[in-house]
């Protein structure tokens, strides 16, 4: 099987949702261990440009999480701030919820899986659903690839120097 | 204006969408009372042939919640389990997750608006998004209707005779 190194993202035909796959060179559980633990989890998340800072986490099914991004090479003034609950937090699949806090009241509903594909590799899936195309489209028009893919490249270096 | 005495539920023809509209005799605080308290909530929620127990309620933001409904004519044997997280609780809008927990891997995004018509009267508004249109119709046949009606009937007696 060849292995997804680019994250490829892709919007549904038929239906308000975003899905993004890729393919790592670890087990499924040292994935699971880098999108729970939120020491891990703030080294790679987003672009390469921001920081993130963790404000709360409780990553275990009908808990929460709270954090806040912002670029390296400013003050700080510009913060992103986000969070969500954890619906379901188990070692296959996380479900939560979230929220970018520039825009309140939109929310997606976001689902991963960690899928074994043996001999060490785990290809991450990953669903965001909201509730109406033009949210879906402009989440799209965003820019959003960026921070997910510098993100996952981080992660990979993480994974393959042993960090995580 | 006219007020929707029975519960309108409607699927949306374009998105994995149910939604539920019904107007009620009290103002909003004490619709909102009643979907976050949860001896109250237990009282009316679901169909008249059934008792809830509450497992677990948090209702803030970033809680979660677990109740379980079972026939009162039987020994209990038959329990239908509900759990979810609650991604925001404010006092015009409810954001939370719903799995019925014989389907565990299904989990649907709720949001209830309570909308002020003036004259101690409110708007109950509920949209609940899931990711296929199979499940949505799924749904739509269970004949949740039923537990629907009879649960807001339940609610409409209680804030008529002051319970909530």
Same mark, same amino acid.
């Given at each position: =099987?060849? =292995?997804?190194?680019?994250? @490829?993202?892709?919007?549904?035909? &038929?239906? #308000? @949702?975003?899905? =993004?796959?890729? +393919?790592?060179?670890? /087990?499924?559980?040292?994935?699971?261990?880098?999108?729970? +633990?939120? /020491?891990?989890?703030?080294?790679?998340?987003?672009?390469?440009?921001?920081?993130? !800072?963790?404000?709360?986490? +409780? /990553? !275990?099914? $009908?808990?929460?999480?709270?954090?806040?991004?912002?670029?390296?090479?400013?003050?700080? +003034?510009?913060?992103?701030?986000?969070? &969500?609950?954890?619906?379901?937090?188990? #070692?296959?699949?996380? *479900?939560?919820?979230?929220?970018?806090? &520039?825009? #309140?009241?939109? *929310?997606?509903?976001?689902?991963?899986?960690?899928?074994?594909? &043996?001999?060490?590799?785990?290809?991450?899936?990953?669903?965001?659903?909201?509730?109406?195309?033009?949210?879906?489209?402009?989440?799209?028009?965003? $820019? =959003?690839?960026?921070?997910?893919?510098?993100?996952?490249?981080?992660?990979?270096?993480?994974?393959?120097?042993?960090?995580?």
């Amino acid at each position: =099987m060849n =292995m997804i190194k680019e994250t @490829v993202i892709e919007a549904d035909p &038929g239906l #308000p @949702v975003i899905r =993004m796959t890729r +393919d790592f060179a670890a /087990a499924p559980g040292r994935l699971f261990r880098a999108h729970t +633990d939120p /020491a891990l989890f703030a080294r790679w998340v987003g672009p390469d440009a921001m920081a993130t !800072r963790i404000e709360h986490w +409780d /990553a !275990r099914t $009908g808990g929460s999480w709270r954090y806040v991004s912002a670029r390296e090479d400013t003050d700080g +003034d510009t913060e992103y701030w986000f969070h &969500g609950c954890f619906h379901e937090v188990r #070692p296959d699949r996380i *479900v939560q919820t979230f929220t970018f806090e &520039g825009d #309140p009241d939109g *929310v997606a509903l976001e689902t991963l899986w960690f899928e074994d594909l &043996g001999d060490g590799r785990t290809r991450l899936r990953t669903q965001s659903l909201v509730d109406s195309f033009e949210s879906r489209d402009a989440w799209l028009r965003s $820019g =959003m690839e960026v921070g997910v893919n510098e993100g996952h490249a981080k992660l990979e270096r993480m994974l393959a120097d042993g960090t995580v």
